[in-house]
């Protein structure tokens, strides 16, 4: 076979999987060439290449999609071969032809591969007739509804619906009568023909709790194909993973020689090259079926690193230069345990609604059997345009206890401030019991947030903070306001009150403020000692209650994001949230930390509810700084030119209706 020299790779792709692709081919000793869109203009994969190329505006279809452009970013920087990443151009035939064409070494099966598997049915097809066991359904060209209809009745239901195009868990529909069949027919075409550009549809009978397990396999040019042994991805939601690991937890080493078999047969027949996963559905008893045939490198891709202990992007660039596999199937084995999560923008307490914002803290840490592969760090912009998976969490182990413990504790120890996660969800069901049972089958999560939501042990029940967070959150909010709220005399010390949002719950919080010691706070008529050992930002560590423990903060604007175990809150002060009610009565506080551009105010002016005082710049933005009180200016602690913290005091106004306790 003839080698495939090449020097210069170009990423197709972005977030972690481009940063991870990086990482491996710089250390082969390749030039690397990332290609970014608009809203990827500062991003983590952008900076991590030795070159990046401007692709287009931020929407897929007119950067990370669009061929031509791709082709002549690799055109402009001399990059002689290109690796698709998963998702995206990753199994498009069109793409691996067009870099064929063009002179590139695509990094990736043959287009007649990938043209063959991306068809469902006619991948299904191929498997059958080497062998493999696939559910029992309908595939065929004719998609008349009175057909469909016809095999639904023959297969039973309950039944699936697929685009036969389809992927990443779209198209997809279940039904459980006959009489829902016309509107899942409609809807799954709409899908299909929206995400696809083809409604061609399938039927299949529906397997019930199912789990989900591939096998990683692996081709080269001179006709070696080997398994890499299997992943278990039965935690999905909405029918997309979110929890892998390998070994699977249910197979003996009988069932794993099956099913390892069936993916050899299949990578054969397909005369299949570089890096490609087989997946199955199995039911209760462990019968396996076919679902098909990912023919790229996968995202749960690291478990399989972890405990074979290879670097399956360097075997991809080996067989894509047309060297032979690294290793012959029995020198593969499986040691240990490895279990990765997918960290992702998403409010899972909210049907999984993915947020989109700043990143204003993260900063995962490696250790020992602990693997992070992100996409963002702290400053990144999480956009709406592309996947809300942010990172991955990777945990390895002596057995699957370790893994799940250290994996765990690894989430809880990379709190990302800023927005919302999945983070507190994933630890939560890591410790759940169900996990440790192995008893998630795909469909579990679905039907706990059906029924669970309000079940305060469910990993759906959404955190609250506990009146230590918020005698912390009080803590902080003190000491960089400097007493920002209500304050008064109460006869041995100052005692001040502060209102706090989170959530959509305000609590009011007071506290005593001594020379010295811990601060007093009572949160709900409980009081609580809270000391701040050491406060910088995003490193708190505090002492309540005689227990010494670390917490991450980072402040936007007036609000405090806080994270304290596995779980993350934002703070702000109700007055404060909105720049124009900056304003708590009689004392005007700052809103935002930023610049005082204008102080307009003077002492003893009278001034009326909604005058602007002050004008602070902050995050390029101006922030009015307003009286929400009619009266007369006291004083003036704001001068023009100066860098102001959130919660400062600028203004004290007496006001018409002043309140006799007021000082
Ligand atoms: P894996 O089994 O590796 O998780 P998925 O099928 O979930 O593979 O897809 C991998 C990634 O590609 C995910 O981020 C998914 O959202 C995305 N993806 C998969 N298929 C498509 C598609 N047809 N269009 C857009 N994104 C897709
Ligand atoms: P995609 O290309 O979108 O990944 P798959 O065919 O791989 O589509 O199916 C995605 C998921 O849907 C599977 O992981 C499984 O959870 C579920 N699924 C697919 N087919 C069936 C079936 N026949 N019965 C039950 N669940 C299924
Ligand atoms: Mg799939």
New binding site residues.
């Given amino acids: 076979m003839t080698a495939r020299r090449f020097r210069k790779l170009l990423i197709a792709n972005r977030g972690e999987i481009a940063c991870r692709i990086v990482r491996t081919a710089r250390a082969m000793g390749y030039r690397t060439v990332a290609v970014f869109s608009d809203a990827d203009a500062d991003a983590m994969h952008t900076r991590a290449a030795d070159e990046a190329v401007r692709i287009g505006p931020s929407p897929p279809r007119e950067s990370y999609l669009d061929i031509a452009r791709i082709l002549d970013a690799a055109k402009k920087t001399g990059a002689d071969a290109i690796h698709p990443g998963y998702g995206f151009l990753a199994e498009n035939a069109d793409f691996a032809e067009a870099c064929e064409a063009a002179g590139l070494v695509f990094v990736g099966p043959p287009a007649r591969v990938i043209r063959a598997m991306g068809d469902?049915a006619a991948a299904k097809a191929i498997a059958e007739a080497a062998g493999l066991p696939c559910?029992p359904g309908y595939r065929g060209e004719d998609q008349a509804d009175a057909r469909l209809t016809a095999e639904a009745a023959a297969i039973g239901f309950p039944l699936?619906v697929?685009a036969v195009a389809?992927?990443?868990?779209?198209?997809?529909r279940a039904v459980h009568a006959a009489a829902e069949l016309p509107d899942a027919l409609a809807a799954a075409q709409r899908e299909a023909k929206a995400a696809f550009g083809d409604d061609r549809l399938m039927l299949?009978?529906?397997?019930?709790r199912?789990r989900?397990l591939e096998v990683q396999i692996f081709g080269d040019d001179h006709g070696n194909v080997v398994h890499l042994f299997e992943r278990d991805?039965s935690t999905?939601r909405r029918?997309q993973?979110i929890i892998e690991e390998a070994p699977s937890p249910v197979l003996t080493p009988a069932h794993r020689e099956r099913l390892t078999g069936y993916a050899v047969a299949l990578a054969q027949a397909a005369g299949y090259r570089n890096a490609g996963t087989v997946?199955f559905?199995a039911d209760a008893d462990l019968t396996f079926?076919f679902?098909?045939m990912n023919t790229r490198l996968q995202v749960e891709h690291p478990v399989t690193e972890m405990v074979v202990g290879v670097d399956l992007v360097d075997w991809q660039l080996r067989v894509a230069a047309g060297e032979p596999l690294p290793l012959r199937q029995d020198e593969i084995a499986m040691r240990g345990h490895a279990i990765e999560a997918r960290l992702c923008a998403e409010d899972p307490y909210d049907g999984f609604r993915p947020q989109a914002g700043t990143v204003i803290h993260f900063a995962p840490q490696e250790r020992g059997g602990i693997r992070f592969d992100t996409g963002v760090e702290t400053g990144s912009e999480v956009s709406p345009w592309y996947d809300s998976m942010v990172a991955k969490a990777i945990a390895g182990g002596r057995d699957r206890l370790e893994a799940t413990r250290r994996l765990a504790s690894a989430l809880e120890d990379a709190p990302l401030l800023g927005l919302a996660t999945n983070r507190e969800f994933l630890v939560a069901l890591l410790r759940g019991e169900a996990f440790d049972r192995a008893e998630i089958a795909?469909?579990t999560l679905d039907d706990w947030a059906q029924t669970a939501a309000h079940d305060a042990a469910s990993p759906f029940a959404r955190p609250r903070p506990s009146p230590t967070d918020w005698a912390l959150a009080a803590a902080l909010s003190a000491e960089r306001g400097g007493g920002a709220g209500e304050w008064f005399w109460s006869g041995s010390a100052f005692d001040f009150s502060l209102d706090l949002t989170c959530g959509g719950e305000t609590k009011r919080l007071t506290y005593t403020r001594r020379r010295s010691g811990p601060l007093a706070v009572a949160v709900d008529g409980e009081r609580i000692e809270i000391a701040l050992i050491e406060n910088a930002p995003p490193r708190i560590v505090f002492e309540a209650d005689g227990v010494r423990r670390r917490a991450a903060a980072a402040w936007q604007g007036a609000t405090l994001h806080l994270a304290v175990d596995d779980a993350a809150f934002a703070f702000a002060e109700p007055d404060h949230a909105h720049a124009d009610d900056a304003a708590d009565g009689a004392r005007i506080a700052a809103p935002v930390a930023g610049l005082l551009v204008k102080v307009l105010a003077e002492p003893g002016q009278a001034v009326a509810a909604g005058d602007t005082l002050a004008i602070i710049e902050a995050m390029k933005m101006e922030t009015r700084v307003t009286a929400l009180a009619s009266g007369r200016i006291a004083a003036v602690h704001a001068t023009a030119g100066a860098q102001v913290a959130s919660g400062a005091l600028l203004f004290e106004i007496e006001t018409e209706d002043a309140p006799a306790d007021v000082r």
């Fill in positions: 469902k559910v699936l697929k389809g992927g990443g868990g779209r198209g997809i299949e009978r529906l397997i019930e199912p989900h991805c999905q029918r993973k997946e559905i079926y679902l098909e795909t469909t």
